[in-house]
């Protein structure tokens, strides 16, 4: 059994991400099909059941061992098992802005708000935070052609918390 963490800086790192992208997918797949088979002969010396793992940097050898993009790789002994399955540990994808789920929940949950205010103000913005360190707070804006949300605020803006940088969308008032 092969298990592989990627690493992912999206929204951690305010320079040059490290993220798993499509045109990784081919080279990645190569270097670990073949790490996995360099180390095949320990792994079926092994007893049924044993892990190994293997990190990004050796402290025995004092370097990196996988490449940057991996953070870990882990081998188990699976020999005694009749049948092979292959499974998805987890994963994730940065949506579109406007396609986001989480987005949609935040603007209809945020456009109740305004009418239980008690004052009434000269102008309303709302400001959503895009990276709150889960999966689902990040959001791709790099969308050709931006949608008009359809809105009470006055003004909407995404807070790149990493990135110290705020995104503007464009809202018509209801």
Not at 8 to 14: E, V
Not at 40 to 52: D, T, V, Y
Not at 125 to 130: G, T
Request: charged share 25%; aromatic share 14%.
């Amino acid at each position: 059994m092969v298990h592989v963490d990627f690493k992912c800086s999206y929204g951690l790192s305010t320079t040059n991400p490290i993220q798993l992208r499509e045109n990784d997918v081919k080279e990645l797949s190569k270097y670990i099909a073949n790490f996995v088979i360099q180390q095949l002969p320990k792994i079926r010396s092994s007893k049924h059941g044993s892990m190994f793992r293997y990190e990004s940097f050796d402290w025995h050898e004092r370097r990196m061992i996988l490449p940057e993009k991996i953070e870990y790789i882990s081998i188990t002994n699976t020999s005694e098992f009749k049948y092979p399955c292959w499974s998805a540990i987890q994963g994730g994808v940065i949506p579109e802005i406007y396609n986001s789920n989480e987005f949609k929940t935040i603007i209809t949950k945020k456009n109740t708000k305004p009418k239980n205010y008690k004052k009434a103000y000269f102008q309303i913005w709302l400001l959503i935070v895009e990276d709150a360190m889960n999966l689902t707070s990040y959001f791709s804006v790099d969308e050709n052609e931006p949608q008009i949300i359809i809105t009470p605020f006055d003004r909407i803006f995404i807070l790149r918390r990493s990135q110290n940088t705020f995104i503007e969308l464009q809202v018509d008032k209801q």
